[in-house]
């Protein structure tokens, strides 16, 4: 990754771990019922781990088992990281990686407070995961592939880490058709996760030449208007009044991004949310 995108993706998800966001905001706690997220999941995992930045519930197509271990790309502030943990059970292991300091830190003190022995958080960029090769039953992640921009790569290292056998489950954005020149070309829009994202196409060619079987990759049908939803939390963040024209300007952020590009392009007309899964051979 390129330190121009890597850095705009950094500071602009280190914004959002900073904003105090959590499912007791109505706007965030709505984009991720819209993505396929319950009422009962989010109650019972630690509020801030859900920062309305889901396009799927990768956790529900996993079909994950007791004692596996699911290694969580992108893991945020921890909430997938915490749903699988309850299917692995106190046997297994949910680990989350992340790319953005301040994910990390709010994702171990999620896990603090939510008293999780069986999850870990590491500090990386999903091209080079400190996880041994062939010891992961199940990789998922949440809006974040698109935001890699070598995809070759990241998805050469899941392969490695997958045992033979292994699954991806993801939720992701792929492109419906090509977007226009003056989104494609704005840094805002990669951040954002359209840039970024390839065709469902181009997506499957990438995990076939990684070396996957049985790719599966489908529409999921979601409203990516619901980010408008979180708008408003996401730039002032709970009780407080940062949108004050007396306030300092914050750093663009997801949901900042995400509502500007709504405004200038109808999403749905060219990007969809989309589950993917895939298998890494038993041979």
Same mark, same amino acid.
């Given at each position: ?9 950094r ?12 499912? #007791?905001?109505? &706007? ?10 319950? *009422? =009962? ?6 509020? %801030?781990?859900? +920062? ?13 088992r %007791?004692? %596996?271990?699911?290694?969580?790309? &992108?893991? &945020? ?21 992340? +790319? ?13 407070? &939510?008293?999780?022995d ?7 960029e ?10 992961? *039953?199940?990789?998922?992640?949440? @809006? ?7 995809? *070759?790569?990241?998805?050469? =290292? ?5 045992? /033979? ?9 792929a ?8 989104? $494609? ?28 079987? =049985? ?6 049908? $979601? ?12 730039? @002032? ?12 300007p914050? =750093?663009?952020?997801? #949901?900042?991004?995400?509502s ?7 999403a ?12 890494? /051979?038993?041979?």
């Amino acid at each position: 990754m390129t330190d121009s995108i890597a850095d705009a993706v950094r500071k602009g998800y280190g914004n959002v771990a900073q904003q105090g966001l959590g499912s #007791h905001d109505d &706007g965030v706690r709505s984009i991720a019922n819209a993505f396929g997220y319950s *009422d =009962e999941e989010l109650g019972s995992i630690p509020a %801030e781990s859900n +920062m309305g930045l889901s396009c799927g519930n990768p956790v529900a197509m996993a079909s994950i088992r %007791e004692g %596996e271990v699911v290694v969580d790309l &992108g893991s &945020g502030g921890g909430l997938d990281v915490f749903l699988a943990a309850r299917q692995v059970g106190p046997s297994g292991r949910s680990i989350g990686i992340d +790319m953005t300091g301040d994910m990390i830190s709010l994702a171990r003190a999620n896990a603090r407070k &939510g008293n999780y022995d069986n999850v870990s958080f590491h500090l990386a960029e999903i091209e080079a995961m400190p996880i041994p090769s062939r010891s992961v *039953d199940c990789v998922i992640s949440n @809006c974040v592939l698109n935001l890699c921009e070598d995809k *070759d790569a990241a998805l050469a =290292e899941v392969f490695r880490i997958l045992k /033979p056998g292994g699954r991806l489950a993801i939720s992701d954005i792929a492109l419906r058709k090509e977007l226009p020149a003056h989104v $494609a070309q704005e840094m805002s829009a990669w951040t954002a996760c359209i840039g970024g994202a390839l065709t469902i196409e181009d997506n499957r060619e990438k995990l076939l030449r990684a070396g996957f079987t =049985e790719v599966t990759i489908q529409d999921a049908q $979601a409203d990516l208007n619901a980010y408008r939803a979180g708008g408003a939390a996401a730039c @002032c963040g709970p009780s407080t009044d940062c949108c004050s024209p007396s306030e300092e300007p914050q =750093e663009a952020n997801f #949901h900042d991004q995400m509502s500007a590009l709504l405004d200038t392009i109808d999403a749905n007309e060219y990007a969809a949310s989309v589950r993917i899964f895939a298998l890494r /051979p038993e041979a």
